[in-house]
Nanobody
Framework: QVQLVESGGDLVQPGGSLRLSCAAS??????????MAWYRQAPGKQRELVAY???????VYADSVKGRSAISRDNTKNMVFLQLNSLKPEDTAVYYC?????????????WGQGTQVTVSS
């Protein structure tokens, strides 16, 4: 089984920045082969895709964070990161990482506990 541990969330003022980290451990045949993604879930809303990076380093971002965020990964450490800049109150959510999950499939890995990002003055 794979364990995912997210960290780096905090309370920040609008306009601030955060760098989120995710460490994957357990039985992962080839971490570098996975398209890794960040998701977030705001109170009362469904979990949504924020960004993902495939094994070639290609990235895709949700429109809501495009231009303000950057996903990266360290395959030697089985880690993925999300840099969030120019944070807005609407970015407030619990952020999770996982492999990319299409709309028609279920996650292979259990969700971690997530990391709370709160943007407020």
């Amino acid at each position: 089984q794979v364990q995912l541990v997210e960290s780096g969330g905090d309370l920040v003022q609008p306009g601030g920045s955060l760098r989120l980290s995710c460490a994957a451990s357990g039985f992962i045949f080839s971490f570098r082969a996975y398209t890794m993604a960040w998701y977030r879930q705001a109170p009362g809303k469904q979990r949504e895709l924020v960004a993902y990076m495939n094994s070639n380093g290609d990235t895709v971002y949700a429109d809501s964070v495009k231009g303000r965020s950057a996903i990266s990964r360290d395959n030697t450490k089985n880690m993925v990161f999300l840099q969030l800049n120019s944070l807005k109150p609407e970015d407030t959510a619990v952020y999770y990482c996982n492999h990319y999950i299409s709309e028609t499939s279920a996650p292979l890995w259990n969700w971690g506990q997530g990391t709370q990002v709160t943007v407020s003055s």
